[in-house]
């Protein structure tokens, strides 16, 4: 199954918080890494966020 998602969640190299990006219309992981990479850089990590999704907590 292909997760396709608006919302998604990334944490770059060195960074201790997830930052979030937002799409017009559901995209995959795939496409999602493709835009952080064209506009942040590359990812460490990717989480797709759907509606009925709680709110994310990461700590150290």
Do not use: C, N
């Not at 992981?29 to 506009?39: F, M």
């Amino acid at each position: 199954m292909i997760v396709r998602r608006r919302t998604w969640l990334y944490r770059l190299s060195g960074q201790v918080f997830a930052q979030q990006i937002a799409f017009e219309r559901p995209v995959t992981a795939a496409i999602a890494r493709k835009a952080l990479r064209q506009t942040v850089g590359e990812p460490k990590e990717l989480w797709g966020r759907g509606l009925i999704d709680s709110a994310v907590s990461l700590s150290h």
